[in-house]
């Protein structure tokens, strides 16, 4: 454990493991399979990076986020430690070169994207190169139960037999008892192993709050509970509404969705870490590789899809271990909204089917043609041309996803790219005017490669070399590319698709019982899960998301709003009052420790303590900064 601890100290500069991370350590690093499960923020990576650099070879990490892999390499680089990234959107020649680098020993780290991980190329390098461990991020990707099952990660177990004596280190954030054990299987476990702290999160109150204006119940929470805070809401719309609501109510809000453009996503993130912004109301797209510590509420509008989801994204709070919120807020629309839900998000198979061909013509791809081809992918455009809905189209994508036709990648940054569509002779022979003569002439000498791939070319260098403004070097390629001189696609965010399998004939499309009616089943069942914890009034929130988690020994946390009914009725309700009005009146002449104001109240103390905790927790009264207890400066407000 000394070197792993002195690797540790030397390039992240931490003096110690957390408890999890040490034992996940030691039993990869003794070559055993292993599966760790650690919150979202506990610090999976450095369960693998930290065995990594103290054993031979290469250790390839399989993860389906590229923003957060290619974030990952370059914060490993800055730390001096050689990594790169294969992922859609890189051109054929940058993948060769990166998998030939990695035979050479050139990396420690190699990040894979899932669907490129079973192409044949890689395939084919990494039997040529040593590799100490295989590393699979967001494990519970592999398993049909769970709720983010990609296909392509099945194919994981094909390396794993390419590779029989490289050990895998599973990591996931959630995960239920059966895909804990399906996580195992599908990656051909050698021993069942798995390292799993308690999901118990004490600091952390689970409220459920069914109520008929949601607005007015927001506002009040966050006038209650004052602190930085997450909204999620359903849809793009609604996060523009919910955040112009609270400005309005002189509570800094920004809305956050995928649909933005990256410069205002992060602008927006940028002014939520720093505390500028108090509130940010999304949709889930946000909170992937953020970590804010000091979350004090994470209020959810809308049902999520999972208890699952609901666990990572509630558990975005009190990541500081300072007492936080997480509020479901419900009411009975929400059930029949929950049926369209399910409606949505399985269209007929047939339209599923609409869906394929229309992708396949879009595409321009022949039948049987189109293996291991990557697009571009623009799905606003897709549907327009083919007058397609898109919330349903894209959920069509979705099944064939999982139905293993395709894979959808999210959104990444791509260099402009250049192919020269005429030979080097033919080049010669074209009349172009000077401009297009110099533009061409410094393409050939800068880059190379450009008569047989789309290369990766960078308009500002080209600019600089021809003393252009960067405008007229996009006007000129724009010109050539009109000419047909070359194919030229600007830079630019953009989603990729991939075909996994070629194109099948439309009458050949299987959307058999287990790529759509079991998952469908499954959806239900989540979907019901969800509900469930929402109209339950009386179990304890933490004993019920425990146990969906399989533990099933928990005791009630004591601070959900459960339990705080629970507690309330042991005081009997009018007992309650009485103590909290006259808690109100001894405090309202002056500020109290909390020994002084229990003796001044008429009780026992227990019962006042009780009382005390709950309008506390309810931000009835509050400790300023002598832990006096006062009242809280909010007249009028009701708890939370
Ligand atoms: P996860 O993948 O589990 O969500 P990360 O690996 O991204 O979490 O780590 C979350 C944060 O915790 C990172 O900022 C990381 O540097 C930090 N971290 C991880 N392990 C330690 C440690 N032993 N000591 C201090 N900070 C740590
Ligand atoms: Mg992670």
Not at 447 to 459: P, S
Request: hydrophobic share 40%; proline share 3%; with cysteine.
């Amino acid at each position: 454990m000394q070197k792993h601890l002195d690797i540790l100290r030397q390039y992240w500069g931490y003096t110690q493991f957390r408890s999890l991370q040490g034992d996940i350590i030691r039993s990869i690093a003794a070559g055993k399979d292993t599966l760790g499960l650690m919150p979202t923020g506990g610090g999976k990576s450095l369960t693998f990076q930290v065995p990594a650099m103290s054993m031979e070879g290469l250790c390839v990490v399989v993860t389906p986020l590229i923003a957060l892999m290619k974030d990952q390499v370059e914060n490993l680089k800055k730390r001096g430690i050689a990594a790169a990234a294969i992922y859609s959107g890189m051109s054929y020649n940058a993948i060769m070169m990166t998998l030939d680098n990695a035979v050479f020993g050139a990396y420690k780290f190699l990040y894979v994207s899932p669907e490129r991980l079973a192409s044949a190329i890689f395939m084919e390098k990494i039997v040529q190169t040593v590799v100490c461990m295989i590393a699979v991020d967001e494990s519970h990707c592999i398993s049909q139960w769970g709720y983010d099952f990609r296909p392509s990660y099945l194919r994981i177990a094909d390396i794993r037999e390419l590779l029989p004596d490289v050990p895998v280190l599973a990591l996931t954030a959630t995960a239920t008892p059966e895909v804990v054990e399906d996580i195992q299987k599908q990656l051909l476990f050698k021993k069942p192993n798995v390292f799993q702290k308690s999901f118990h999160r004490s600091n952390l109150a689970y409220v459920v709050r069914t109520v008929e204006n949601k607005d007015e119940n927001l506002l009040k929470i966050l006038n209650n509970v004052p602190g930085t805070s997450v909204v999620y809401v359903r849809n793009r719309k609604k996060t523009k509404e919910v955040a112009d609501f609270l400005n309005q109510n002189g509570i800094p809000a920004e809305n956050f969705h995928a649909g933005l453009k990256n410069d205002t996503k992060d602008a927006k993130q940028k002014r939520w870490m720093s505390g500028e912004t108090r509130v940010i109301v999304s949709t889930n797209a946000f909170g992937m590789g953020i970590d804010k510590a000091e979350v004090r509420t994470v209020v959810h509008m809308d049902l999520p899809d999972s208890l699952e989801a609901y666990f990572q994204e509630a558990g975005r709070a009190g990541r500081d271990e300072q007492k936080a919120y997480a509020v479901l807020l419900y009411n009975n629309s929400d059930a029949t909204k929950m049926n369209k839900r399910v409606a949505d998000t399985f269209p007929g198979k047939e339209m599923v089917v609409k869906v394929y061909e229309a992708l396949g013509n879009y595409l321009q791809l022949g039948v049987g043609s189109g293996l291991d081809a990557v697009y571009s992918f623009d799905i606003g455009d897709f549907c327009r041309k083919f007058r397609l809905p898109i919330l349903i189209s894209y959920n069509c994508l979705k099944i064939l996803q999982q139905a293993g036709y395709l894979e959808l990648t999210d959104e990444q940054d791509s260099s402009s790219r250049v192919l020269f569509t005429v030979g080097k002779e033919d080049l010669y022979k074209l009349r172009q005017n000077a401009e297009q003569e110099k533009l061409i002439h410094i393409l050939l000498r800068s880059y190379t490669g450009l008569f047989t791939d789309l290369a990766a070319v960078d308009e500002e260098t080209i600019a600089k070399r021809l003393q252009w403004t960067r405008d007229m070097v996009y006007e000129q390629l724009v010109g050539l590319s009109k000419e047909r001189i070359i194919q030229y696609i600007p830079r630019k965010k953009t989603p990729y698709l991939t075909f996994i399998r070629e194109r099948e004939a439309t009458e050949k499309v299987v959307l058999g019982k287990e790529a759509y009616d079991d998952r469908r089943e499954r959806y239900m069942s989540r979907v019901k899960n969800v509900l469930d914890y929402a109209q339950e009034e009386n179990i304890c929130r933490c004993q019920m998301l425990l146990s969906y988690f399989g533990e099933k020994e928990s005791k009630p946390c004591g601070v959900c709003d459960a339990c705080l009914k629970k507690k309330e009725t042991q005081v009997t309700n009018d007992d309650f009052e009485t103590i909290r009005l006259s808690i109100l009146e001894v405090l309202s002449d002056e500020s109290l420790p909390v020994n002084k104001l229990v003796r001044k109240l008429n009780t026992k103390e227990p019962k006042a303590i009780q009382v005390i905790r709950f309008m506390i927790d309810n931000g009835q009264i509050e400790e300023n900064e002598l832990m006096h207890l006062k009242i809280k400066q909010k007249p009028g407000e009701q708890s939370i």
